[in-house]
């Protein structure tokens, strides 16, 4: 998936306005500063907000436990199978 450092988020807005699909906003991180959010259930992980970034606060992340889990159960499924 794709994050946000919101500490490193210097709140410019260029992510939310070279999203092509509309993924990202900037929305109040309760001290009244706006930091940008990613819709992780929107986000196409296209990498052209992290290329727009000028502070580099977006990177991508490889959830590795749902990578263990997606092997359990191709593994599960395998021995059931026979
Ligand atoms: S990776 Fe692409 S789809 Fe996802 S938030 Fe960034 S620009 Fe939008
Ligand atoms: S482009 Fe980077 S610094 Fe600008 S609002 Fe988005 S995450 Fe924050």
Redesign the pocket.
């Known amino acids: 998936m794709?994050i946000v450092d919101q500490s490193s988020c210097v709140s410019c807005g260029m992510?939310v306005v070279?999203?092509?699909?509309g993924?990202?906003d900037l929305v109040d991180n309760g001290t009244d500063t706006f930091v940008a959010k990613?819709d992780s259930a929107v986000?196409?992980?296209?990498?052209?907000?992290?290329d727009r970034c000028p502070a580099k606060a977006?990177s991508i992340q490889i959830n590795k436990k749902n990578n263990e889990t997606n092997v359990e159960t191709e593994m599960t499924q395998m021995t059931e199978a026979g």
């Open positions: 794709v992510c070279s999203c092509p699909i993924a990202v990613i986000c196409g992980i296209c990498g052209v907000c992290i977006i």
